[in-house]
């Protein structure tokens, strides 16, 4: 049996601040208009679109002590 959205996000998220973290701060670029890197299919929310993407390894948080100054 298929797991619902939020079940998957339990078990693949728990405990992990950075997942959290990064799941947040790519949902709120999908809903301020970023493109998906996935093909998005009819009814998917932003939540489950991100969630796909740091799944298949397409998404990573970046800190501030990774970015580089100049």
Do not use: C, N, Y
């Amino acid at each position: 049996m298929d797991k619902s959205l939020p079940q998957q996000l339990q078990q693949e998220v728990s405990g992990s601040f950075r997942k959290t973290a990064l799941l947040q701060k790519r949902v709120r670029e999908l809903i301020r208009g970023a493109r998906p890197m996935i093909e998005v299919k009819e009814g998917m929310s932003p939540i489950e679109v991100a969630f796909r993407e740091m799944q298949e390894g397409m998404i990573e948080l970046v800190t501030d002590e990774d970015t580089p100054t100049l």
